[in-house]
């Protein structure tokens, strides 16, 4: 009788299909463990936000800026530009500033380098006139948006595609009518607004709207409540009222209204979710009077 034939397996046993498999994933990456956290955004710009740094004099970017006569452009007074120095993350968003009826850029001029800290270039300009309308400074902001982003001595720190306007008093109701005008800008924050149009349904840029309760100028059942009730949901909107706080608290430097502004610019300038934090359910405590919000945001 001839002895038994050892025969080897047809298919080798489970363990060793395991480790053959995994030896090959692993040399394709695939097992080689989670891959590092990547921004949500590409356009986050500076460290994780906190309370702290928002309400801080300064953000975490050094700034610089710079005068631009009224002789150099067209369209707008002239004005002074802020950015930040550090040219190491990419480009930033930029956000155009007009200041209210009869007012130079000095009288809110301390906005300026506080946005630009957290990662803005930032104009804040002088009007053609100072007795200029809400229609003709929502004009003189996209002209200043147009002359940062296409002639500006720091339009290669720009990202033409995230831009914003700002504004007080009729500054502010400019920054309405240049939205309006701009669908494409990423954020508009009128602070204080006056404007003789009451309705914005036509906006679809997300808006922050900033108010004060004991506003005698611009008074916010009058101006600053139906403007915000008037824009679209979809638009994203948000309306901050300040506590007892007159027409003209935006010419002080004013906390909650640098950390609201800081906090809706980042998240719709730059789409850092990061930011969404402070925006829902938003601001309270004693200086806040009220605050709405179209909670979520995404």
């Known amino acids: 009788m001839s002895s ?14 395991r480790l053959a498999l995994a030896a090959t994933l692993l040399a394709a990456g695939v097992l080689a463990g989670p891959a590092p956290a990547q921004a949500a955004s590409p356009y986050e710009r500076g460290p ?3 309370t702290a740094i928002l309400e801080a004099s300064r953000g975490p970017f050094a700034t610089a800026s710079q005068s631009v006569s009224s002789l150099s ?4 007074g ?9 040219t190491s993350e990419g480009t930033f968003g930029a956000v155009a500033i007009s200041p209210g009826y009869t007012a130079a ?3 809110i001029s301390w906005l300026g380098p506080r ?15 100072r007795f200029d309308q809400p229609d003709s400074r929502g004009r003189q902001l996209l002209a200043a948006l147009d002359y940062l982003t296409e002639r500006s001595s720091v339009r290669s720190r720009i ?13 502010g109701g400019g920054s309405l009518e240049a939205a309006s005008a701009r669908p494409s800008l990423q954020a508009a924050v009128p602070l204080a607004p006056w404007n003789t149009d009451k309705s914005w349904s036509e906006l679809r840029v997300p808006t922050l709207i900033i108010g004060g309760e004991s506003d005698t100028v611009a008074p916010v059942a009058s101006h600053s409540v139906p403007f915000y009730t008037s824009i679209p949901a979809s638009a994203e909107k948000a309306y901050l009222e300040l506590n ?19 906090a809706w610019l980042k998240r719709f300038v730059d789409d850092d979710t990061r930011y969404e934090q402070f925006l829902c359910p938003g601001p309270s405590g004693s200086a806040i009077e009220e605050y709405r919000n179209t909670c979520p945001s995404y």
Do not use: K
């Open 4 to 17: 038994p034939t050892t025969t080897r397996p047809r298919f080798a046993p489970a363990r060793a299909v």
């Open 48 to 50: 994780a936000p906190t």
């Open 73 to 76: 452009v067209t369209g707008f």
């Open 78 to 86: 002239g004005g002074v530009i802020y950015y930040p120095t550090s």
């Open 105 to 107: 850029w000095s009288s």
């Open 115 to 129: 946005i630009a800290s957290h990662g803005f270039v930032v104009i804040g300009i002088e009007t053609n006139s």
């Open 159 to 171: 990202d033409s595609s995230r831009l914003a306007v700002a504004g007080h008093s009729m500054g």
């Open 244 to 262: 007892g706080a007159s027409h003209f608290f935006p010419q002080t430097v004013n906390t909650p209204t640098a950390r609201q502004m800081v």
